[in-house]
């Protein structure tokens, strides 16, 4: 069974540009959260769907991010514009249900310059 | 204070030895609790579940001190393939199913 996959895998841009990063979940998870590990500190939470709709979106930073799932398939997380301190890992991960083992992919890792 | 907090290392230790890792927490209403293992430049992976009675999983031992709000992890008999960061995690509960994560404690098996 295929894992969680992220697309891109790297990605660097420039300060005031537009970057959207892409999650497919397991097939058949309804659950899907996005994360961000920033440089030096721990991993945190952006926000959690449940199929297409906004579960949880406590810890999305500020208006410039914005995640959608159309479908409540996959998902994507578009950042405009990106910031200096945007720069991190976004792990996305997936689950069958919402209090079952979450199931990260491998990441993007985001540069802004 | 944070919500977790982790002595984040390293531990460098030989093959065979035995290692503790803790954790402490700081909401008192968190209700589950794991530790998830990261390589370098991987994804988190689930390591295992923690629970008040104390579990085991082979070399792994996890106990939970929900008085002390404390969680604990220790390997015996290490291996090479044990180094990488082992991050402690909860569930903060009161309806929300986002993890909480500490920076991490890195391990390294030297042989």
């Known amino acids: 069974e295929a894992g969680v996959t992220q697309f891109p895998s790297h990605s660097v841009i420039e300060k005031g540009q537009t970057v959207t990063l892409r999650c497919d979940p397991i097939?058949?998870?309804?659950?899907l959260y996005w994360y961000r590990r920033v440089m030096g500190k721990e991993i945190k939470f952006l926000l959690h769907?449940?199929?297409?709709?906004?579960?949880?979106e406590s810890g999305m930073p500020n208006n410039r991010f914005l995640a959608e799932r159309t479908g409540g398939t996959y998902s994507t997380l578009k950042v405009q514009p990106a910031e200096l301190e945007d720069s991190g890992v976004y792990f996305c991960?997936?689950?069958?249900?919402?209090?079952?083992?979450?199931?990260f992919g491998p990441g993007t890792r985001l540069t802004v310059t | 204070r944070k919500e977790v907090e982790q002595d984040p290392g390293p531990f460098n230790v030989p093959e065979g030895a035995t290692v503790a890792f803790n954790c402490t927490y700081s909401?008192?209403?968190?209700?589950?609790f794991f530790w998830y293992r990261q390589d370098c430049r991987k994804e988190p992976k689930l390591l295992m579940s923690?629970?008040?009675s104390g579990n085991e999983d082979g070399r792994f031992t996890a106990q939970l001190n929900r008085a002390s709000q404390y969680i604990s992890l220790l390997i015996r008999d290490s291996k090479l393939s044990d180094s990488a960061t082992y991050l402690c995690?909860?569930?903060?509960?009161?309806?929300?199913?986002?993890?909480?994560f500490g920076k991490g404690t890195k391990l390294s098996v030297i042989p």
């Open positions: 923690v629970y008040s």
């Open positions: 909401n008192s209403a968190s209700q589950s």
């Open positions: 769907f449940v199929k297409e709709s906004k579960q949880d």
């Open positions: 097939s058949g998870h309804d659950n």
């Open positions: 991960a997936s689950s069958p249900d919402s209090y079952y083992e979450q199931y």
């Open positions: 995690v909860l569930y903060s509960g009161a309806g929300s199913y986002q993890l909480t």
